[in-house]
């Protein structure tokens, strides 16, 4: 069975405060995904799920939204078939359920749809009070 499984860097399952830093991790088991794209989408409550980042297997170029630029980096160990997200200076408005996604080989301006990816974690809760 193919799964993603996320999980947080927060002492206390994600509840940080305002400017600090958590790393978000997303384990594949199952499968490999080494040649195809991965990335991590957010929701938070009442709004649709959005784009936070992307990284691809091959090439490792990788993609932000605007609002994270900067902020977050994402990176994937494809030898423990794994993925991060390291996000600094935490605002209020990352509050978010982060999941994590991978599957298929976008093209580039379809690497933030939804669409593009078919495997899709439980998510993990990140909240950032100020």
């Known amino acids: 069975q193919v799964r993603l499984v996320e999980s947080g860097g927060g002492s206390e399952g994600g509840l940080v405060q305002t400017g600090d830093s958590l790393r978000l991790s997303c384990a594949a088991l199952g499968r490999s995904f080494n040649s195809d794209a991965m990335a991590w989408f957010r929701q938070a409550p009442g709004k649709e799920r959005q784009f936070v980042a992307a990284?691809?297997?091959?090439?490792?170029?990788?993609y932000y939204a605007d609002s994270v630029k900067g902020r977050f980096t994402i990176s994937r160990d494809n030898a423990e078939n794994t993925m991060y997200l390291r996000m600094n200076s935490l605002k209020s408005e990352d509050t978010a359920v982060y999941y994590c996604a991978a599957g298929r080989r976008p093209i580039s301006s379809q690497i933030a749809a939804l669409s593009s990816y078919n495997y899709w974690g439980q998510g993990t809760q990140v909240t950032v009070s100020s």
């Open positions: 990284i691809r297997g091959i090439g490792r170029d990788t």
